[in-house]
Nanobody, 123 residues
């Protein structure tokens, strides 16, 4: 079973950038479809981005398309989320998750989650 630990969150001004990391241990991250999700206070958890286990295809929520980039480094056994042009509405706890499926869009299929990292964007 894989374990996931996120890092890289923090406080940033609107328009700034952050890079989140998701370090995996226990199994190779390359064997999973990996996703990033976020949850703001009082709201449901939302899909942000995913990278497929089969061919490294990437998928994004419309709200972050063109601003965020998900990537995978198999040598470091990690997944990243580069976030540019951040907006106050991007403020949330960001979590990475793993699924053995290629159905990146099926949130209940993600069986392993990290603890999350807080991202706060000030206006």
């Amino acid at each position: 079973q894989v374990q996931l630990v996120e890092s890289g969150g923090g406080l940033v001004q609107a328009g700034g950038s952050l890079r989140l990391s998701c370090a995996a241990s226990g199994r190779a991250v390359s064997t999973y479809t990996m996703g990033w999700f976020r949850q703001a206070p009082g709201l449901e958890r939302d899909f942000v981005a995913a990278i497929s286990r089969s061919d490294d295809s990437t998928y994004y929520a419309d709200s972050v398309k063109g601003r965020f980039t998900i990537s995978r480094d198999n040598a470091k056994n990690a997944v990243y989320l580069q976030m540019n042009s951040l907006k106050p509405e991007d403020t949330a706890v960001y979590s990475c998750a793993a699924t053995s499926s290629t159905m990146w869009y099926f949130t209940p299929g993600y069986h392993t989650w990290g603890q999350g990292t807080q991202v706060t964007v000030s206006s």
